[in-house]
């Protein structure tokens, strides 16, 4: 596709299931990257992949959270056992570049996730 | 820690005006600024970049200046229209670092263009 693609866009989840949000970043993009933004503040970041590397996961909030990207083009972001906290939007974004060549940083439309 | 703010939080205009809107950080060593707009349940998307090395770029209506000097960008819309009304975000690449590639964003300015 043209653009960055995210799967589902809307989940509702009942406390301590597990959710897996995808992502379809643009094709050929080198980096792709996580973002977690709360209601009423800005993205914060979560993990960084170039290729199917995961070079940076600093900003994962616990160990309930894992990221993937295998193949080096989809990427899953799962949380598993959700707790009420998790409720957000979940960005995906992905650039041609890596590291300090990053470059423009081309954004999905989110996966809203409220945790019940 | 970099900490980016934008003022103000939200922001109400007739049609036709001509506005601003601001964004200030603590740490200048910045590689580069860009600034999206956010519709509601949407995305992010791209509006300007500008490295640290420039001082201003334009897009249409847009224009965007950066002081890096003194940590504060400005993002200048022209003409406002009803479409312009969105969040507009703010986020900054460090310069330095191991973790060169990671964006801090602002809490952005919610901007109403009433017609």
């Known amino acids: 596709g043209a653009g960055v693609s995210q799967s589902p866009r809307y989940k509702v989840a009942k406390r301590g299931q597990d959710v897996a949000l995808r992502c379809d970043p643009i094709?050929?993009?080198?980096?792709l990257f996580w973002y977690q933004q709360a209601l009423g503040q800005g993205p914060e970041f979560l993990t960084y992949?170039?290729?199917?590397?995961?070079?940076?996961k600093s900003g994962l909030p616990s160990d309930r959270f894992f990221a993937e990207r295998p193949e080096g083009s989809v990427s899953t972001l799962k949380i598993q056992r959700t707790q009420q906290e998790d409720s957000a939007v979940y960005l995906c974004?992905?650039?041609?570049?890596?590291?300090?060549?990053?470059?423009?940083?081309?954004f999905g439309e989110g996966s809203r996730l409220t945790v019940l | 820690k970099q900490e980016v703010t934008q003022i103000p939080a939200a922001l109400s205009v007739p049609e036709g005006e001509n506005l601003v809107l601001n964004c200030s950080f603590t740490?200048?060593?910045?590689?580069?600024l860009q600034w999206f707009r956010q519709d509601p349940g949407k995305g992010l998307t791209s509006l300007l970049l500008?490295?640290?090395?420039?001082r201003e770029q334009t897009s249409g209506r847009l224009n965007a200046s950066l002081d890096k000097s003194s940590g504060r960008s400005t993002l200048y819309i022209a003409a406002s229209q009803p479409g312009d009304s969105a969040t507009y975000l703010c986020?900054?690449?460090?310069?330095?670092?191991?973790?060169?590639?990671?964006?801090?964003f602002g809490k952005g300015t919610l901007l109403t263009v009433n017609p």
């Open positions: 974004a992905s650039s041609l570049g890596s590291g300090r060549a990053t470059g423009e940083l081309f």
């Open positions: 094709s050929g993009h080198v980096s």
């Open positions: 992949f170039q290729n199917e590397a995961q070079l940076d």
């Open positions: 740490d200048s060593a910045i590689y580069n």
């Open positions: 500008i490295q640290s090395s420039q």
């Open positions: 986020a900054v690449r460090p310069n330095s670092g191991g973790s060169n590639y990671k964006l801090t």
